[in-house]
């Protein structure tokens, strides 16, 4: 079981660490880019980035919900219940509300980058923090639970 904590940890921990990074450090960074090469970054980065959660997001559900099996009838029940459904929660909300503007994002002409997209992107960016604040919240429930 030991295992299993430990690979669930290290991969909502780096999930989460990379959904940060994107939040504090990249998105900051190509606002200040000139439109066209924002257009161009931006993109890059939401092509490789939708490609790539999707699977991490599903596989890192996966590793909590086996973890919340294994330990069911344990002291940490409830909070890992929580932190389960909150998971399942931001997986929602991110089908519902941010991959839309992701996929929107996707198909921006390099060259031009409307206003329209930067509303967008102003909009994507504070829906994300929540989601990063979400995800925080589901991570602190998993780790308080297998500690209990």
């Excluded at 206003?115 to 602190?140: F, N, P, T, Y």
Aim: glycine share 4%; charged share 15%.
């Amino acid at each position: 079981m030991m295992v299993l904590d430990v690979v669930t940890i290290v991969c909502i921990g780096l999930l989460i660490g990379t959904e940060f990074a994107v939040s504090a450090f990249i998105n900051p960074v190509l606002s200040r880019l000139d439109e066209a090469a924002q257009a161009q970054a931006t993109g890059m980065f939401a092509r490789k980035l939708g490609f790539v959660m999707p699977f991490w997001y599903a596989g890192s559900l996966l590793l909590l919900v086996a973890v919340a099996v294994m330990r069911w009838h344990s002291a940490g029940d409830a909070l890992m219940i929580a932190g389960c459904a909150i998971w399942v929660a931001v997986i929602v909300a991110s089908l519902l509300v941010l991959v839309p503007i992701n996929n929107r994002v996707i198909k921006l002409d390099a060259k031009a980058f409307p206003a329209e997209a930067k509303r967008e992107l102003r909009k994507w960016d504070r829906l994300h923090r929540v989601r990063v604040a979400a995800l925080a919240a589901a991570a602190v429930c998993f780790l308080v639970a297998v500690r209990v």
